[in-house]
């Protein structure tokens, strides 16, 4: 079978003209570049070269294959070139996979300071509800996945991220009855909406009622965060919506309001994980650090970075 090595020998000669002068351009012997020729062409079964004691010149299929072998080695030094851009992971295609309750609230702060810093890498966005993201992880489909997950199974590299507010959401015409800071304990008894069970939010909305005393509505549930606001709005309850959204959507208080509660574990964490042996993952480290300082400069006001 032909190898690159007796193609670049090939067109070397075909450059130079002369075995003699290809030998000495490829720091080969000559009769070693000839070893290499006539087993080139007993490879492909025909004959490449014309040889002289003066010189050696293109056979008619020789001259007819040098056009395809150029192609060829020309793709070959393209392979290599991309192989060694890729080396440093930074010019690659990541396949990132976020939850719907996240990414939309998020990435567009991120993904402009990511492509500034490492201009050449490029990240394919999926949306998944968490358990998805998991699998979808440790099977391959995903290299990186942000969201609420509170620990990593085993293989897995879990870093934390940030801690995101919960915010009681609940329409502009209702008023409660609370002096001062709304607390946990002004919960009790209150009508809460939640997502349906597919989505990480629907179990902390889950657990903060079973701690409050808050009653969880089951028989309505929302799709969205959108479709959540819009039964806010409709007057069917009141819902926790995560601080991220609140900052992007919620922009007409004479519809609905938000309040900030105080103590508590009103919050939901959110985590980067990747495979623990990917070939990436020093890079993946580099680029968690940088999505760090990205949270902590630009969305400080919002969530809490941890660090």
């Known amino acids: 079978m032909s190898s690159l090595r007796q193609l670049e020998y090939f067109l070397e000669v075909a450059e130079a003209g002369s075995l003699r002068q290809a030998a000495a351009r490829l720091g080969v012997t000559q009769p070693t570049l000839t070893v290499q020729l006539r087993t080139l062409e007993e490879s492909l079964g025909v004959l490449l070269l014309e040889r002289s004691r003066s010189s050696t010149m293109l056979t008619p299929a020789g001259r007819e294959l040098l056009p395809e072998v150029k192609a060829l080695m020309a793709q070959w030094h393209n392979i290599i070139e991309t192989a060694h851009l890729i080396g440093d992971h930074t010019h690659s295609t990541y396949r990132l996979g976020v939850p719907p309750t996240l990414g939309p609230y998020l990435l567009p702060t991120l993904i402009p300071s990511i492509h ?111 479709t959540l606001r819009q039964m806010v709005v409709m007057g069917m309850g009141l819902a926790f919506l995560p601080a991220l959204y609140v900052r992007s959507e919620i922009h007409r208080p004479e519809e609905l309001r938000v309040e900030r509660l105080s103590g508590g574990r009103l919050f939901r964490e959110h985590a980067l994980l990747y495979r623990r042996n990917a070939p990436s993952r020093h890079f993946y480290r580099d680029l968690t650090q940088h999505i760090r300082r990205v949270i902590e400069t630009e969305l400080a006001d919002t969530v809490v970075p941890v660090a």
């Open 116 to 226: 500034k810093t490492f201009a050449r890498l490029r990240l394919h966005v999926r949306e998944e509800v968490p358990d998805q993201l998991l699998t979808g992880l440790e099977e391959g489909r995903f290299d990186l996945i942000i969201g609420p997950i509170s620990e990593a199974r085993e293989g897995l590299v879990h870093v934390p991220l940030f801690r995101e507010p919960l915010m009681l959401a609940l329409p502009a015409e209702v008023q409660l009855e609370h002096d001062g800071d709304l607390t946990e304990s002004d919960l009790s008894g209150m009508e809460i909406l939640g997502l349906d069970e597919r989505h990480a939010l629907r179990r902390e909305v889950e657990r903060i009622c079973e701690s409050t005393g808050a009653r969880l509505n089951r028989d309505f549930e929302g799709t969205s965060l959108d």
